[in-house]
């Protein structure tokens, strides 16, 4: 029988398992998930191996990097990752690993970054499905509305990494900012939101809606802020 080497490791967000498989790493997860038999048994039977306690070269180099990661000291990985699933969350994890540190996508993007954008919630599913955590960042998938979703290490651990990460980006000024409206990029969403105040809407940075006059926009750090948005005076 095939063997998967895993070590349990206590971290700040929590204790993870870790786990690889001829010499890449397979499974970096929260040990205490609702899914946590469900992503072991996919594991498992993908790979055709059983589970062994016992530590190896990648768990090593992986518990070093997450250190790193979690002091602020590092925004990429490099390890060898085998992703065990099928072909359309494979597509999904891997469009996942293209949201930049510090920055946050939605499930909607994330569907028309793999060219189907019907298919919101199976990619809903893939990423709760991910196995891989922090390494395929789905922590930095937010709500189309800017709000918090779920997250298989809990809430208030998703906003401490999205905040860790945020914290140690470069800071824009509001005219890059406003520059940067329209783009249709992803890669400030959830680090910022435009309010426009002659129509009262907010957007993230990547809405594709038609850019407002630059005296007409405010910017803000999170959702929560814009409800002091003032008056049009």
């Known amino acids: 029988m095939n063997q998967i080497n895993i070590q349990y490791?206590?971290?700040?967000i929590g204790e993870l398992i870790i786990g690889s498989f001829d010499g890449s790493l397979c499974l970096l997860d929260f040990r205490y998930r609702k899914m946590r038999t469900t992503v072991d048994n996919r594991i498992r039977n993908g790979l055709k191996a059983e589970f062994v306690e016992q530590d190896d070269e990648v768990l090593i180099k992986a518990k070093k990097q997450l250190?790193?990661?979690?002091?602020?000291?590092?925004?990429?990985?490099?390890?060898?990752?085998?992703m065990v699933g099928t072909d359309f969350q494979k597509s999904v994890w891997n469009a996942l690993m293209k949201v930049s540190y510090g920055a946050t996508s939605t499930y909607l993007q994330l569907a028309k970054n793999i060219d189907n954008e019907k298919a919101v919630r199976a990619v809903a599913n893939a990423n709760g499905a991910n196995s891989i955590?922090?390494?395929i960042p789905c922590h930095r998938i937010i709500g189309s509305d800017g709000e918090l979703v779920g997250y298989g290490g809990g809430l208030p651990v998703k906003?401490?990494?999205?905040?860790?990460?945020?914290?140690?980006?470069?800071?824009l000024s509001d005219?890059?900012?406003?520059n940067f409206i329209g783009s249709r990029d992803a890669r400030y969403d959830g680090v910022f939101f435009t309010a426009v105040k002659t129509t009262g809407v907010y957007c993230l940075p990547s809405c594709s809606v038609k850019k407002p006059n630059r005296e007409h926009v405010i910017f803000y750090n999170t959702k929560r802020n814009f409800q002091d948005l003032p008056e049009e005076g």
């Open 133 to 135: 955590g922090l390494i």
């Open 9 to 12: 490791y206590k971290t700040k």
């Open 159 to 171: 906003k401490r990494l999205l905040k860790l990460e945020q914290s140690n980006t470069v800071v």
């Open 67 to 82: 250190d790193e990661y979690l002091n602020g000291n590092r925004r990429e990985f490099n390890i060898p990752l085998l």
């Open 175 to 178: 005219d890059e900012k406003y």
